[in-house]
């Protein structure tokens, strides 16, 4: 196939495709819907037509690379940014999608209905009288206002006039026709091309008065500057990492420089052959210029084609070819920066902080270590990314003993595993790896920032937002400081100012799907469920190839009582990466249908891909103990959990769920004054009010304080706990009316 989706057929192509609204114009290569132009980028547009040309047929994920890009110096994840803009352009939503279907790990399929181009009657036009010299006044009509709501994957604005349906013109006969027939119909020929061409001249005036009006967005600032990922050119495709750390880098020094905005593009980069479309992205990201650069790496050579392009006119301000030795790679990085900051009007230097992020040490492999380092910190988790990540953050230090970067980013891995998986002791070494790191380089942002996420997991929360604020300095690690600040008010029940900080790292980064994912979880605490779907519903369209988004998209349906969509979001996780976090959830989504079996063999695997989390021992018990067979295994998996959920309340005592799923698990081991103790302490702490009265009613139960729980479940019911959750919990069915026969749901399910 070619990129306009030919596949060696005879028959000749359809200039133009309608369906539910939309047409393509495969011709003039516009979209619209509802009338409205798209603006989408030639690649979605080659991609869309491939899918059109092979309707209701799935089209494999190579044979698309391969007919759009060449599957050259290209990644799969060029393709996923192509389907998420078709998906904006047509309204479309991989959830319930009315036009394009994911076969998740295969391709994807059109499965819209296409209707057929309408038929214009021949019908010779009647003679209509013809303005002059028609005034541009007369011209431009009156147009309704119209509100653009923001989207969350970012369009460029459409600039193209709408499709216009010339009128039909039926040419006459010379030979056949009477002299004054012909004159007769050359004459309406004359006024209907006439009258076309006015019409034309009224639509593209209105076009244009509207777009200057409603549709033009702001003026890029001067000095602003996009900075696109780099082009992977090497032989080895392994080298990815390279061109793709080295834009990182870039991107981050130049945001260091004062009045300087700097934007990046999200997504892989794309091929080598693909020219982006300069005036586009300027007009998206509100950007005067746009860097982009391809990088070739062969044994010890190292070439950098770097180019700045102008937004304005699509011109090219300044480009440069590098051929050095692959160790002169700070230098030329060092070198291209001041090339941008010469080329800029209103930017005087380059900052200090600049030439400090693009030199960070002095020994190449080192550099090499530690980007690979933050790859895997940046791609789709796996089983072991971490470990990985760690692996290569060490190798870094074993070759430059002072790169502090390294230490931090061991720091940052550690906690993601204990906030992940209440890992303990991941915290110990979170708190080592900080703490070396601040002796290296106190003055470094990327530490401060690493020791703000230290502070938030432990609750030193005036701490937190002393290091997340002193990070802010950095531009480029602003989006995430705000998250960071977001997280420290969610913990502390401040709803308001959390969402406050949540907008401010949503404007810098609104195609960023981690912002969503930590939005989501937020609200999904503060007990608003169908906010935090829509969050996550976001973030799956952002990223949908990350298996986590997936499985915490589940389990929020799950606790929305949306069996049918937690049940296909957790098998989507499963299809993309199996987790021991999805298993956990698809296990308890089957001790909920009472599959309790089931549930304790799926429980029984996630242990065995990650066993620091006490919430699956937990949930492993719970599974034993729904079944008088096996009632009598329970005592070790919940001896596990209590053991492992105490060391994580010893580092993080403010996790008022954590409390009370000790409790229970106290009670359930027959330790009552132990089981009292965290309870109080989960009340005492005020947040995640419904979860923890839930969870207390079953521990007083338990206990044999049946007012207590009858409390407590009045409490969770208040806060937004189903009903149904309630009436089927075996141990809460000694406090509810007879009749339920479906399994609460395991406490602690991994969101």
């Known amino acids: 196939m070619n990129p306009n989706g030919d596949t060696g057929r005879q028959e000749p192509a359809p200039t133009s495709y309608r369906f539910g609204g939309v047409v393509v114009d495969t011709a003039a290569h516009t979209l619209t819907r509802d009338g409205q132009p798209q603006a989408i980028e030639p690649k979605a547009f080659a991609v869309l037509l491939v899918l059109l040309r092979h309707a209701d047929e799935l089209v494999p994920r190579d044979e698309l690379l391969d007919a759009v890009w060449g599957h050259r110096h290209v990644t799969p994840g060029v393709l996923t940014r192509a389907i998420a803009q078709l998906r904006a352009a047509l309204d479309d939503h991989p959830h319930e999608p009315r036009f394009i279907q994911t076969q998740h790990a295969l391709g994807y399929r059109f ?65 056949a026709a009477r002299p004054r027939t012909a004159r007769r119909r050359r004459i309406a ?156 009007p209103g930017v005087l230097t380059v900052h200090r902080r600049t030439y400090r992020r693009l030199w960070p040490t002095q020994d190449l492999s080192a550099y090499e270590a530690y980007l690979k380092g933050q790859q895997q910190l940046l791609e789709q988790p796996s089983d072991n990314y971490l470990d990985k990540a760690i692996g290569f953050f060490g190798e870094a230090l074993a070759a430059d003993a ?43 942002r990327e530490v401060s920032l690493a020791l703000g996420e230290m502070h938030r997991v432990r609750g030193d929360y005036a701490l937190a937002n002393e290091h997340y604020t002193l990070a802010l300095d950095d531009l480029g690690l602003r989006p995430a400081a705000y998250v960071g600040l977001a997280r420290v008010q969610s913990e502390q029940g401040q709803d308001q100012l959390a969402l406050e900080y949540f907008e401010l790292a949503r404007r810098l980064r609104p195609g960023d799907a981690l912002v969503y994912r930590e939005l989501g979880y937020h609200q999904y605490m503060n007990g608003d469920v169908e906010a935090a779907i829509e969050s996550f519903r976001t973030a799956t369209t952002l990223q949908p190839d990350d298996a986590g988004v997936w499985s915490s998209l589940g389990g929020l349906y799950f606790v929305a009582d949306d069996n049918a969509r937690a ?27 009472g599959a309790y079996v089931d549930a ?5 695997r996630a242990a065995e891909l990650d066993p620091t989390d006490f ?103 208040e806060a937004g706990i189903p009903a149904q ?21 395991p406490r602690g399910n991994a969101i």
Not at 125 to 144: F, G, M, N, Q, W
Not at 422 to 438: G, K, M, N, V
Request: charged share 25%.
């Open 111 to 175: 499965i819209g209905e296409l209707k057929a181009a309408p038929e214009t009657a021949l019908v010779e036009p009647e003679p209509a009288p013809v303005p002059d010299s028609p005034s541009v006044a007369d011209a431009i009509l009156p147009t309704a206002s119209v509100r653009v709501e923001s989207d969350p994957v970012p369009i460029a604005a459409a600039a193209s006039v709408p499709e216009v349906a010339p009128a039909e013109v039926v040419a006459a006969d010379p030979q």
């Open 402 to 444: 002072g790169f502090a970067r390294a230490q931090a980013g061991i720091c940052r891995a550690e906690i993601i595993r204990f906030e992940g998986a209440r890992d303990a002791l991941a915290f110990q070494r979170a708190q080592e790896a900080c703490t070396r790191a601040a002796q290296m380089d106190p003055e470094l």
């Open 615 to 717: 919430r699956i021992w937990g949930n492993l018990g719970d599974a034993l103990a729904a079944l008088p067979e096996t009632a009598g295994q329970t005592r070790q998996p919940y001896q596990r959990a209590a053991q492992l959920a105490g060391d994580y309340v010893a580092i993080k005592a403010e996790d008022a769920q954590a409390h009370a799923l000790l409790g229970f698990y106290r009670a359930s081991l027959g330790e009552r004054d132990a089981a009292l103790e965290h309870l109080r302490k989960a009340e005492a702490l005020g947040t995640e009010v419904g979860e923890v009265s839930f969870f207390n009613a079953q521990t007083l139960t338990l206990l044999g304080d049946a007012g207590g729980a009858r409390n407590r479940l009045q409490r969770a019911r």
């Open 600 to 604: 304790a063999k799926l429980y029984r």
């Open 567 to 593: 049940a296909d979001a957790f098998q989507r996780s499963l299809a993309i990466k199996p987790s021991y976090a999805a298993l956990s959830n698809l296990g308890t989504l089957r001790y909920a249908q």
């Open 189 to 344: 020929m004359k006024r209907t091309w006439l009258a076309a061409a006015v019409a034309l001249v009224v639509v593209a005036l209105v076009a244009l008065g509207w777009y200057n009006r409603r549709a033009q967005p702001p003026a890029p600032a001067e000095a602003s500057i996009a900075v696109l990922p780099f082009t992977n050119l090497s032989d080895n495709r392994d080298d990815r990492y390279f061109a793709e750390g080295l834009a990182v880098e870039m991107h981050d020094a130049l945001a260091s420089i004062p009045g300087l905005k700097v934007a990046s593009v999200p997504g892989d980069p794309a091929d080598a052959e693909a020219s982006p479309d300069i005036k586009a992205l300027g007009r998206r990201l509100g950007v005067a210029t746009v860097l982009d650069a391809s990088v070739r790496r062969e044994g010890d050579r190292l070439r950098v084609n770097a180019r700045l392009s102008d937004t304005d006119t699509g011109f090219t301000l300044w480009s440069e070819s590098y051929d050095r030795e692959a160790d002169d790679v700070f230098a030329v990085q060092s070198e291209i920066a001041n090339q941008v900051v010469q080329a800029l």
């Open 725 to 745: 959750r309630i009436d089927a919990s075996p141990v809460l069915r000694r406090l509810t009316a007879a009749g339920a026969t479906a399994a609460a749901p």
